[in-house]
């Protein structure tokens, strides 16, 4: 399978805060993992990290699906049927056996799979961990009016005929019964078995998420369990207050039952809404040296980190697994030639030097998968280096070109673009007072017309709403896992959890809804990979986003700090790793 | 003849309001608390008191710049008791009013040839010649600089910002004014051109004063008859000679007793009556005679009955036992 | 007698924006135990500013002071020009105090009257808090303050205007002083009360022995209580004489145009009143000759010198009997007597 | 008194009624729909009429004022079937952002904004009053220049500028002041940790409030040492330092208790910026962040709060006065 | 509660005796002449007129300086950090102030430019709040009685309000109703937006000292001798009363201005205000506030902008103020 796999999702504060917008491939993967490891890993102190957004947005296994969040809690507190080997490198995404006592075992054209508990964990309070508390996990997943935010591939997959299961919490008997034919537990409640509707080749994969994870029925509080989950790894939850996380060891955890986790420090408390600027100036004075920056330093203060040998042991600069882009609402802008128009006429070279250009900001996008998807990438050439029209600060020409045929061939969406001007939702960040003029002004020059639609909060739950959504939203996903299976699909179809190009009115749409579903069933990996990079050249080719730019992310940690490496399926630091030296 | 002015009975408090919020009258003060009496053309009637008695509040009733309480008003024979603010703005080029204050009565931001035609302007009369020669006429009547016209009220003293005043309320030429303590707060020297210039303007034009001053000498030496005033009642009314030569209420007497006079022989010699204690709060005056609790006479009887206002020759007494 | 006060020369003067304001130009007066020494003049003619510079109470940083004030203290004698801050401190209160005009905002409305009382008390005797209020009582009993143990606990906002004063005047005298000054101690009460505290002010000067200094604008009071008398005119005396020769036998022409403005009670209330005709000067351009130049009926009559250019000089005309004029003495003598207060007609 | 106290609480009452009112509705007539708020991106139509129902939202507006009303004095449920739970009274409502009953969330964010502005108005009382009075004291001296030129850029500074460049200046670079990121700690259990962790936002906040303060005081001082009960003073022969201290000062600053009263009850409903800078997790960081989540409960509850502090202040500001100036006493 | 009108009171001496010298000069005329002898206060005066006079010419002066504030300068920015290249943050002839990170454009033009949006919240707000307050403290004071009553209770209530958050908590949701109703868009709402909330919680303040003014001054004999006149309602507002309002103006115009301005950044602080790539101090301030340690020539330059501003209208306040009342010792 996949040498290079992936995780994650729409990571909302990478996205926000060191990049707006942006770009294109230069090909180069640099991983330039920092390693210092002199003395060894040290046991006990205290870890620290700073974080400049106000909390993270969910504690609750179930409602996990950050990538940055889902790497820090797997590896502190929240232990999953499966995991990811948090080593440095390629190795990093291998998947190894947590709870379970191994990655799972497919069965029936991988329509059943079977994972077996590993003896000896149990929940904080010393209860032992049985299948009825992860199938009760994974039923709270279906209670979709209060498990929000999660994954959804189980409401997808799981085979419960034509029933719509509500969840744990409803009265709702046939609901149940028809969950409990498709989840069920072994007479000795230590094997739990899935059925699906479908087969899914690589359903373990989905095991390293919360959503297939215990918690004890008499505990859970609904939507309150958020606040203080149940802790089954390490550490548990000490305290849960506005600006701090504070988690501490879990004495119930026995390091024998457990492969993967080497809690080295006492404690590790994340600190919340921090400014940026203040948490540069944390690491540049040294003022704490056994802090990490959960986030990036600011575009400003990269220099002062990369350029200082001072910081030499102490940082990372890596490609990150998303791929950035501007979703075109279809619905709102039908008009192909107005959207490659938009495309053509970007300044990608002036956003990606904004992002710190291909040293800090990344390499200009060539497709919707990200380049670390290996098996399934390949440059799409029709957008990006490689593509005929493409010019790294704009293709003016032929962008007014484009306008110009659309204002014959679409005369209304034209007037909109270029007269009552196009809406694009972003999410609130300090950068947006230095993107929004570059596009504006480099949009301007095809005299089209924009106007930013500035989202404080709750930023995905808002343009995911089709009500609500404009004509662009700005955006970026990675895989879930190594497979464009979980970008394809998730982008592009109407089933799709995270369709934001509301394209199902296009010209093009029913084919390529085929040929997705056609690939879905395809279990050669090979093959796959190839009908996945055709589909995503179809996606460029109709322009259902504009992609903007493949991204790299930074780290930065204290002198204290010793350990630190890039996990690259989880597209962050391996948090579990760190320790005080 | 018809008097040009004749209270009956006039009254006004003003009620108290604790609090904002229950707007509950906390109470009265009865400023003015039944008087009655009349003015004759030409006639100049004093009124004096001590601070509070509500002889100010009198004045202003009566020209209704207040709302009485009670009680009847006669302007020229015609009662305006109940008369709207706006009828009233016909009467009011026949009634006009002087104030204490030299430098609150005038508008600081106005200048004095606009001050002195406000009275035409207000009500619509083109005097012959224009306003602006009528003003610097009556500027020189007053003894101002006609070419002072321009200049504003800070620029003169309190002698002449006065005479301002006094050309304003003359504009018109009104049958009746209420000269509110117009000389209290002048210097004497001031006082005395002052108290002359309202002499020669009642000689010239005829017309009525009600003069209103705590200074009994003023009084005395401008009015043809003086009412005594004492907590929003009038204890004694009299022709000023009478007044003052034989005053038959107790409080006459001890008011009179008590100015000092610019006489060092008659302040060595002359017998003082000493009255004691403070005015009581007209909120809460005393029942019975409202004097009752300062008087040396004072009986069982003045503590209950409230005497009336009673002719002894040509006076009038409110007192049980007048001298 | 014993002599309390003198003062030779004073002068002051304060800058402003527009010029210097000679507020008092050269006034020089004496008093003595037991005797009442009044100034008296208009709004402008500088003995606020007067009694105010005897116990240091002037603004100084806006205020230049020359001359001397002599003060005959039990201590000694000591001069309030030259003093320093805690010679008069200690001057003040004990061998001087002083009430005045505004019995309404003299007080300090946050604190008890026993509390405002004792502190004058103890600020000289360094009296117990137990025996000063003791003494608050006695002195409140003295200046005829019913129920003086009850109201020692109150407030001022509780005493009417009256009796405010009666607590000035108690605070003023609580040391014994040897010097009242009172300025304008009765023209914001009403007749009657002014009559009431006029003569507590005699009786406790009779009973103490003390000085008073009298400022006042009202010849009604000074004729009154008043022994002798100075009489002032834009900064400066212009006349000085006993009450009688003041009121009887006025020899200048200020003295004789305010005492002919007066309507009294007493008097026939007949005519005009002869009023001093204009304006007084202004304090900043003060004229050359004499001030009252321009006003005075009897300019025209001066031979020999011009009141226009020649300030006159404070004469002493007759024994103790002076006054500021260059008209002939025999002239005044006669005008004098014309515009005198109608003297023992009542 | 007792009459004028009860008469006032009434009053107040009526008022916070009145806001808490206008409050419930201005929220509830704005343009978004607080149910579709809850069920995050997987938003669907039947969701949110699910979520309307399970946090009360489809009831009348005067129903749902009349739980929340009531809700304050009885608790309130939340929730359908095993995931329902209480909020205990005084309940304020529940944060579905915040998975909290909102009363909690008060309960642990006042502390840290009482203590802030406790401290704020002690300093800025004792800096803003004593420079004031030396200001007054030493008039047109360099004293006063310099304590002019403080007010003059103590006013003109807006607060965010004056902490960012405390924080980054003072702790960060020089290190003058240790960085603090600890959590909240009481006073009583370690005063030092305490004193450290507010020391910074006590010198931001009271940075700009002592500038208004001496303002006032100087111009109240010298205003009062005009009055003719302190020339009274001076004659009776008092030193000068009686007669600032117990004369001037008492009648010049005790309308200052109106002043830092009002100003501390509008801190208590929380020092936004103060808060946000510092990351204190205070009341007004805590409705900033409810405000940019759409997280109307807490919004709501936070302004009835910051309302009733300002009420129940102007209450205490006014018996305080009453007080302090024996002619208001009569009432 | 006064029973008799001023029946005591003692005219105030009039030290300077008689002033026939004095020639004709208005209150105005006076108190212009007090002011310019306040060099501090017409030193501000001139800032403040330049300013004001430079933030409306704004288009003139870029011009003639050969400035766009939109025009941006990525080759001056370098790539890693996105700091100007040049020393000092980029000043140079043709960019005396530098240029901005990020971005590279000319911060004397945005400056400039940017100005004119927070003066017009300002002014506007101001000038709002002037006229609302004006004619509800006129109402109260003038009519007293149940207007009086009605008018207080409206202030008591509105002054329970916690009026900052408020305006934080409803500036999002307001600014899409004012879009919805479709009375302004974008920008143009957000500015609406605060000069109408600024104004909703500003006025009380200034209603009631214009109330207590005008309460004293319907007191005072000039009014009553109007009254007396037969003076209408109506004249003698016009005349008599608002003519005598101009220190409470002043006042509110020294508060409000500074205050208005300073409101105006602390909201683009936290996000609420104009947004880009619209641009006004308070955004230049926020995003400057990034920039404190790497770029202080924008910090500084940004931020002193404001605080010579802001001083300026204070100074400016305190001089007329004086100027106004001479008795009052600052």
């Given at each position: 399978m996949s040498k290079l796999s992936q995780s994650k999702r729409f990571g909302r504060a990478a996205i926000a805060t060191s990049v707006a917008a942006g770009l294109v491939v230069s090909g180069l993967m640099s991983s330039s993992i920092g390693t210092a490891n002199a003395a060894g890993p040290k046991t006990g102190g205290t870890l620290i990290l700073l974080e400049h957004t106000p909390k993270l947005d969910h504690l609750d296994p179930s409602r996990i699906y950050t990538g940055r969040d889902l790497a820090f809690e797997n590896s502190f507190f929240i232990r999953t049927l499966v995991a990811y080997t948090p080593v440095p490198g390629a190795a990093g995404a291998g998947l190894v056996a947590d709870l379970a006592t191994n990655t799972g075992v497919p069965s029936n054209e991988a329509k059943t799979w079977k994972f077996t508990l590993r003896p000896g964990t149990t929940f904080e309070d010393g209860a032992k961990i049985t299948c009825a508390d992860v199938k009760y996990g994974v039923s709270r997943v279906f209670a979709t009016d209060i498990i929000t935010d999660g994954p959804a591939y189980l409401q997808q997959w799981l085979d419960l005929g034509k029933v719509e299961y509500k969840g744990p919490y409803a009265k709702d008997t046939a609901g149940q019964a028809a969950f409990d034919k498709a989840v069920t537990c072994s007479a000795d409640n230590r094997t739990i078995t899935f059925n699906l509707n479908k087969s899914v080749a690589d359903f373990n994969y989905l095991g390293t998420y919360g959503v297939i994870s215990p918690i004890q029925a008499k505990l859970d509080k609904g939507d309150a369990y958020d606040l203080r989950p149940q802790a089954t790894g390490p550490y548990k939850i000490a305290e849960n207050t506005t600006n701090q996380l504070k988690l501490v060891r879990n004495k119930k955890w026995s390091k024998a039952s457990d492969p993967i986790r080497t809690p080295y420090p006492d404690e590790v408390i994340m600190k919340f809404g921090l400014d940026e600027q203040v948490i540069d100036q944390v690491f540049l004075n040294d003022t704490m040296w056994n802090a990490v920056n959960f986030g990036g330093p600011l575009p400003a203060n990269k220099d002062a980190f990369f350029q200082d040998d001072k910081f030499k042991d102490r940082r990372i600069n890596t490609s990150d697994p998303y791929s950035r882009y501007l979703a075109f609402n279809v619905k709102k802008m039908p008009c192909l030639e107005i959207r490659q128009a938009m495309y053509l006429s970007r300044n990608s070279k002036a956003i990606l030097d904004y992002a710190g250009g291909s040293f800090f900001g990344g390499t200009y996008s060539t497709?919707?998968?990200?380049?670390?998807?290996g098996l399934d990438y390949t440059p799409t050439k029709v957008v990006g280096p490689g593509s005929a029209d493409f010019v790294a600060t704009g293709n003016v020409v032929k962008a007014q070109e484009l306008m110009d045929k659309a204002k014959t061939s679409c005369p209304a969406d034209h007037k909109k673009a270029t007269v009552d001007g196009l809406v694009i939702d972003v999410s609130q960040s300090s950068t947006l007072q230095d993107t929004i003029p570059i596009n504006t002004a480099a949009w301007a020059r095809v005299g089209i017309k924009v106007t930013y639609n500035i989202i404080k909060s709750g930023y995905y739950s808002t343009v995911l709403n089709p009500a609500k959504q404009n004509d662009l939203s700005n955006s970026g996903w990675g895989a879930d896992w190594a497979n464009a299976s979980t970008v394809i699909p998730e982008l592009f179809t109407l089933e799709g959890g995270f369709n934001l190009s509301q394209n199902g009115d296009d010209p093009a749409y029913k084919e390529f809804k085929a040929a997705v579903d056609v690939a879905m069933k395809t279990t050669d990996r090979a093959k796959q990979a190839a009908m996945w990079k055709a589909l995503d050249k179809t996606a460029m080719e109709r322009m259902w986003i504009l992609p903007t730019n493949y991204g790299k992310s930074q780290y930065i940690w204290g002198k204290g700090v010793g350990g630190a490496f890039f996990w690259q399926p989880q597209g962050t630091l391996a948090w579990g790793k760190l320790y005080i030296k | 003849m018809t008097p040009i002015v004749k209270v009956e009975n006039l009254t006004k408090h003003f009620p108290i309001k604790k609090n904002a919020l229950a707007r509950r009258k906390a109470g009265n003060v009865k400023a003015v608390d039944g008087i009655s009496f009349e003015i004759a053309p030409g006639e100049t009637l004093g009124m004096v008191g001590e601070s509070g008695c509500g002889k100010t509040t009198a004045g202003r009733t009566i020209i209704k710049l207040y709302e009485p309480t009670g009680g009847k008003i006669y302007f020229e024979g015609e009662d305006i008791t109940e008369i709207s603010p706006s009828a009233m703005r016909s009467y009011r080029s026949k009634m006009q009013i002087i104030f204490q204050d030299p430098f609150a009565s005038l508008n600081p931001r106005h200048t004095i040839g606009r001050i002195i035609a406000a009275p035409f302007e207000i009500q619509n009369i083109t005097p012959e010649g224009g306003v602006k020669r009528a003003v610097q006429t009556l500027m020189e009547r007053v003894g101002l600089n006609p070419e002072h016209y321009n200049r504003f009220p800070h620029e003169f003293s309190g002698g002449q910002r006065q005479r301002i005043g006094i050309a304003r309320s003359i504009a018109l030429k009104p049958k009746f004014i209420v000269a509110d303590e117009p000389v209290s707060a002048l210097d004497v020297s001031i006082q005395a051109q002052i108290i002359n210039l309202l002499d020669d303007l009642q000689t010239e034009f005829g017309m009525s004063f009600l003069f209103i001053a705590h200074d009994l000498s003023v009084v005395q030496h401008i009015s043809d008859r003086v009412a005594v005033m004492y907590l929003g009642k009038i204890m004694e009314i009299a022709p000023t000679t009478d007044l003052y030569a034989a005053p038959h209420h107790p409080y006459t007497k001890a008011l009179l007793s008590a100015v000092p006079v610019p006489d060092p022989q008659t302040e060595r010699t002359r017998e003082r009556i000493l009255l004691h204690g403070d005015l009581p709060s007209p909120m809460n005056p005393p029942t019975g005679c409202v004097f009752n609790t300062r008087c040396w006479k004072a009986q069982d009887r003045c503590r209950i009955d409230e005497p009336e206002l009673l002719q002894i020759g040509a006076s009038s007494v409110a007192c049980h036992f007048p001298e | 007698m014993t002599r309390l006060l003198d003062i030779n020369d004073l002068h002051v003067t304060f800058p402003t924006e527009d010029g210097n304001v000679k507020a008092v130009d050269g006034l020089s007066l004496t008093l003595d135990a037991g005797e009442t020494v009044a100034i008296v003049g208009e709004s402008g003619s500088g003995k606020t500013v007067t009694s105010l510079s005897v116990l240091g109470l002037h603004n100084k940083k806006r205020t230049r002071l020359t001359g001397e004030i002599l003060v005959h203290s039990e201590r000694g004698v000591v001069d309030v020009v030259s003093c320093d801050d805690e010679e008069l401190r200690k001057l003040r209160g004990s061998a001087v105090a002083m009430i005045f005009q505004d019995p309404m905002s003299s007080l300090h409305p946050y604190y008890s009257i026993g509390n405002q009382l004792s502190e004058a008390y103890r600020v000289v005797t360094k009296a117990s808090k137990k025996d000063a209020l003791k003494r608050c009582v006695e002195m409140l009993d003295l200046v005829g303050i019913p129920e003086p143990q009850k109201r020692v606990k109150e407030y001022p906002h509780q005493f009417s205007g009256g009796m405010r004063q009666r607590v000035m005047i108690a605070m003023a005298i609580i040391n014994n002083p040897r010097i009242l000054i009172a300025d304008e101690?009765?023209?914001?009460?009403?007749v009657t009360v002014q009559a009431q505290i006029l003569s507590l002010l005699k009786e406790l000067q009779r009973e103490f022995n003390m000085g008073i200094l009298l400022i006042t604008h009202d010849l009604g009071v000074v004729a009154e209580v008043a022994d002798r008398v100075n009489v002032m005119y834009a900064g400066k005396v212009v006349e000085r004489g006993t009450v009688d020769d003041i009121y009887y036998r006025p020899l200048a022409p200020y003295t004789m145009g305010l005492l002919s403005s007066i309507p009294s009670v007493y008097g026939k209330g007949t005519g005009r009143l002869s009023a001093i005709p204009g304006q007084p000067p202004s304090l900043i351009s003060l004229p050359e000759g004499c001030s009252f130049a321009s006003r005075c009926s009897f300019a025209s009559q001066v031979v020999g010198a011009s009141c226009a250019t020649d300030a006159p000089q404070l004469i002493e005309d007759e024994p103790g009997h002076s006054a500021r004029c260059h008209l002939a003495l025999a002239d005044r003598r006669t005008a004098g007597a014309k515009f005198a207060a109608k003297g023992g007609t009542a | 008194m007792i009459n004028y106290i009860s008469r006032r609480l009434l009053y107040a009452a009526v008022i916070l009624l009145l806001v808490s009112m206008a409050v419930y509705a201005i929220f509830q007539f704005l343009p978004f729909d607080p149910a579709a708020l809850t069920c995050g991106k997987n938003c669907r139509p039947n969701l949110i009429a699910a979520n309307r129902v399970r946090l009360g939202f489809d009831k009348p507006l005067w129903e749902q004022y009349w739980l929340f009303l009531s809700g304050i004095f009885v608790g309130r449920d939340y929730g359908v079937g095993s995931a329902a739970f209480t909020c205990p009274a005084p309940s304020l409502g529940y944060s579905f952002r915040q998975n909290a009953c909102v009363t909690d969330l008060i309960q642990q964010a006042l502390p840290v904004t009482l203590s802030l502005a406790i401290g704020a108005l002690i300093l800025w009382l004792i800096v803003g009053i004593g420079l004031g009075i030396l200001a007054a004291r030493f008039k047109d001296s360099p004293i006063d220049t310099g304590s002019t030129i403080f007010v003059l850029i103590g006013t003109s500074l807006p607060t965010f500028v004056t902490g960012l460049l405390l924080l980054i200046y003072l702790t960060l670079k020089n290190n003058i002041i240790p960085l603090n990121f600890d959590a909240y700690v009481s006073v009583f259990d370690n005063p030092s940790k305490f004193f450290m962790y507010f020391l910074l936002p006590w010198i931001t906040l009271a940075f700009a409030f002592s500038a208004i303060y001496t303002r006032y005081t100087r111009s109240a001082v010298i205003e009062t040492s005009g009055e003719d009960y302190i020339r009274t003073a001076w004659a009776k022969g008092l030193k000068s330092n009686v007669v600032l201290r117990k004369h001037t000062l008492r009648a010049a600053l005790a309308p200052l208790t109106t002043l830092a009263g009002l100003d501390f009850a509008g801190l208590l409903g929380g020092a936004i910026l103060t808060e946000t800078i510092f990351n204190l997790p205070g009341l007004g960081r805590m409705s900033l962040k409810a405000v940019n989540d759409f997280d109307l409960p807490v919004v709501l509850a936070t302004t009835l709060l910051a309302a009733t502090i300002v009420v129940v202040m102007n209450l205490i500001v006014d018996l305080l006065y009453a007080v302090l100036d024996p002619r208001v006493r009569v009432g | 509660m006064s029973i008799e009108a001023v029946e005591s009171s003692s005219a105030p001496e009039p030290l300077l005796g008689a002033d026939e010298e004095l020639k004709g000069r208005s209150p105005r005329e006076l108190a212009w002449r007090r002011f310019r002898r306040n060099k501090v206060g017409v030193f501000a005066g001139v800032f403040t007129l330049g300013t004001l006079l430079s933030s409306l010419f704004a288009p003139l002066i870029c011009k003639i300086l050969g400035l766009d504030p939109n025009e941006l300068h990525l080759d001056q920015i370098k790539v890693s950090t996105g700091l100007p290249k040049a020393y000092l943050g980029g000043i140079s002839w043709e960019h005396p102030l530098g240029l901005l990170p990020g971005t590279g454009r000319d911060l004397l033009s945005q400056l400039l430019y940017g100005s004119r949006i927070s003066f017009l919240v300002m002014i506007l707000a101001t000038v709002a709040t002037l006229f609302v307050g004006l004619l509800t403290g006129i109402a109260g004071g003038y009519l007293k009685g149940r207007v009086d009553a009605t008018l207080g209770r409206v202030t008591d209530f509105l002054l329970a309000f916690p009026a900052f958050f408020m305006i934080v908590a409803l500036a999002e949701p307001m600014v899409d109703r004012i879009q919805r109703l479709g009375i302004a868009q974008g920008n143009g709402a957000r500015i609406l937006f605060l000069i109408i909330i600024l104004t909703f919680f500003g006025w009380t303040g200034f209603s009631r000292l214009i109330r207590s003014q005008v309460l004293s001054l319907s007191e005072r004999d000039f009014v009553t001798a109007a009254t007396a006149l037969g003076a209408s309602r109506s004249r003698i507002i016009f005349h008599e009363l608002i003519p005598n309002l101009w220190a409470p103006v002043i006042v509110v115009l020294s508060l409000s201005l500074p205050g208005y301005l300073t409101a105006e950044s602390v909201f683009s602080f936290l996000g609420i205000g104009v947004q880009p790539p619209g641009f006004t101090w308070g955004l230049l301030i926020s995003n400057s506030t990034q920039y404190v340690t790497n770029m202080p020539s924008f910090f500084l330059i940004t931020t002193v902008s404001l605080v010579l501003v802001v001083l300026a209208f204070n100074l400016l306040g305190d001089a007329v103020r004086d100027a106004l009342d001479p008795k009052a010792d600052k």
């Open positions: 497709g919707s998968i990200s380049p670390l998807l | - | 101690p009765t023209t914001a009460l009403d | - | -």
